[in-house]
Nanobody
Framework: QVQLVESGGGLVQAGGSLRVSCAAS?????????MGWFRQAPGKEREFVAV????????YYADSVKGRFTISRDNAKNTVALQMNNLKPEDTGVYYC????????????????????WGQGTQVTVSS
């Protein structure tokens, strides 16, 4: 059974930075797997933020976070992190880590129903 546990959320002022992490346990993902971050603001649908291939392939970002967020992985520790800089109030939401066993195209990896495993989420609040 795969478990994903997020950590690192919190409250920050606009323009500040936060780093959220996701620790995967239960099994080691194959080199073909993809790990992603999604977020959900109150009253809105869960949306794609960023994704990285476990083997070090291309990374993809939502247009709204390009140039501000960076996704990275540590295969040895089975973790994925999201460094968030220059945060804006509209970045507020619950951030979820997600994983799927196989990577794919940008179109596929941005769809939340393509992911097999999800964490419980960590709250990120950006004050103006």
């Amino acid at each position: 059974q795969v478990q994903l546990v997020e950590s690192g959320g919190g409250l920050v002022q606009a323009g500040g930075s936060l780093r959220v992490s996701c620790a995967a346990s239960g099994r080691t993902f194959s080199r073909y797997a993809a790990m992603g971050w999604f977020r959900q603001a109150p009253g809105k649908e869960r949306e794609f933020v960023a994704v990285i291939s476990w083997s070090g392939g291309p990374t993809y970002y939502a247009d709204s976070v390009k140039g501000r967020f960076t996704i990275s992985r540590d295969n040895a520790k089975n973790t994925v992190a999201l460094q968030m800089n220059n945060l804006k109030p509209e970045d507020t939401g619950v951030y979820y880590c997600a994983a799927r066993d196989y990577s794919g195209s940008y179109a596929l990896l941005t769809r939340r129903n393509e992911y097999d495993y999800w964490g419980q989420g960590t709250q990120v609040t950006v004050s103006s």
